[in-house]
Structure formats: C-alpha cells, structure tokens
C-alpha cells in the first residue's frame, strides 16, 4: 500500500510541474536538455521525504520556482513566488539541498518552472 501511494504521489508531482525557459534560446537544444534534466531533478528532490523544517503542515498550492545558472556553472535559485509562504520557503531550502552544475556557457540563463505541490492523504 505504501508504494502505491508513493507511486500516486510521484505520478502526481511529475504531472504538475512545468517547465519553461525565460531567457534563453529555444533552438537551441542543448539548452532545452538542460531544461529537462533540470525538471527531472526538481521532480526526484520533491519526491523525497517532507523535512523536518517548515513552518507549518500546508504545503500544498502553486508556486513559480526560478533557477539560474552562475558565472561559475552552479545552478541556483533565484525564487520562489506564490500564494504559500511556506510551500516557498520550503521549496527554497529542498532544492538549495541539490548540488547542480552545469557548463559556464550557459551562465545567466534564466529557467522558469510551474509547481503544483499536491500533499497526498
């Protein structure tokens, strides 16, 4: 049962978070694979367990997560905007937990993904 419901809420985290690039050339595919394993990577660090730190038990609602890639190749968060403090904040923290790198070249590109956080019962 437990893995059916950890099924149900992986199926339901992958189908709402989408994935858009707001400054960066959409020809070129390099970019929109960065783009993808990007959004796999925010899937995986949202699949595991709820830390221990935030401020209250309603994750749940909309969130726009902003991520860019630094002079130095480091992907970090820019923000994270919506309606819950929390589900921001949180999801802040579980995805400064990543260690993402990616080539300088792309440095200043901007990725922009849609989250739809749904706590499964």
């Given at each position: 049962m437990k893995k059916l419901k950890l099924f149900l809420i992986a199926a339901v985290?992958?189908?709402f978070i989408s994935a858009g690039?707001?400054?960066a050339d959409p020809i070129d595919?390099?970019?929109q694979s960065?783009?993808?394993q990007i959004k796999k990577e925010l899937i995986d660090v949202l699949n595991l367990p709820v830390y221990l730190s935030y401020c209250n038990k309603n994750l749940e609602g909309k969130s726009k997560v902003f991520?860019?890639?630094d002079t130095n190749g480091k992907i970090i968060i820019l923000d994270a905007t919506g309606s819950?403090?929390?589900l921001n904040s949180y999801l802040k923290k579980k995805i400064s937990s990543r260690?993402?790198?990616t080539d300088t070249k792309y440095k200043g590109k901007i990725f922009k993904y849609d989250i739809n956080y749904i706590k499964s019962t």
């Open positions: 985290i992958t189908g690039i707001a400054s595919s390099k970019i960065l783009n993808l991520l860019t890639v819950n403090k929390c260690n993402l790198w």
